[in-house]
């Protein structure tokens, strides 16, 4: 009788000690993934009501379109899309000039030429259109907007997945900022983009945090100041 007792208090405390374990891992695992998301929430309530679509967009002086990938030395149609949303918003006049920030990094991939490009041929003409070629990434792209092109005020041109996270990098860059979310068919491109939009937005905490100096520098750019000069030039009686 003695030993089945023994026994049976052994086998309680060996359950006690598995749920404590069990419990802890739990706590562990939620902790990681509310820190994991944290950034998230951040992003999304800092954008406020700044995100919204071409016909809520207030007029600025300059479109800031993000680069996103090319299909042989085509825009992909993600970029294709975002391209179209800043044709729009030129032909509502609610910008005057458009910067386009792509990867330029070898001689084989040029995104910027291919935005510029498209944009052209799309009716906006060539002097209203500057290219960034070293946005290699959403920081880089929204600190050289303002540091390198002398953007102060911009409407920001991307994914509804991505454009919290440039709204707020460009915000902390120095450009005030109003966001369009373009719009796509949830598909598995969508969610790929949604879900590398967590790890993303836990470098642009510590972006906005370390405000780190982009990959290339340089000198500034007269292209934007350009731009506005001839919209100002056209716009006179």
Not at 5 to 28: E, M
Not at 59 to 77: E, H, I, N, T, Y
Request: hydrophobic share 45%; net charge positive; aromatic share 8%.
């Amino acid at each position: 009788m003695i030993d089945l007792t023994v026994r049976r208090v052994r086998r309680l405390g060996v359950r006690l000690r598995q749920r404590r374990t069990q419990r802890r891992l739990f706590q562990l695992v939620t902790a990681g993934c509310a820190l994991a998301l944290a950034p998230s929430a951040w992003l999304w309530i800092a954008a406020g009501d700044r995100v919204g679509t071409v016909a809520s967009a207030p007029s600025a002086p300059v479109a800031v379109v993000f680069g996103a990938g090319l299909f042989d030395g085509k825009p992909s149609p993600y970029l294709a899309h975002r391209l179209d949303a800043a044709v729009d918003l030129y032909r509502a006049q609610k910008v005057q000039a458009i910067l386009v920030t792509g990867d330029n990094g070898r001689d084989s991939y040029d995104e910027t030429d291919a935005m510029r490009g498209y944009l052209i041929e799309h009716g906006v003409p060539q002097i209203r259109v500057v290219g960034d070629y070293a946005g290699f990434d959403t920081w880089d792209s929204c600190t050289r907007a303002h540091r390198i092109f002398g953007v102060d005020r911009a409407v920001l041109v991307s994914q509804d997945f991505h454009v919290r996270r440039a709204l707020a990098l460009c915000e902390a860059a120095g450009i005030d900022s109003y966001a369009v979310g373009v719009p796509e068919w949830r598909d598995v491109t969508w969610l790929y983009g949604g879900v590398r939009e967590i790890p993303g937005a836990g470098k642009a905490a510590l972006n906005v945090l370390m405000r780190p100096d982009p990959v290339f520098l340089g000198p500034k750019e007269e292209g934007i100041p350009r731009a506005l000069a001839d919209a100002a030039a056209a716009a006179r009686p």
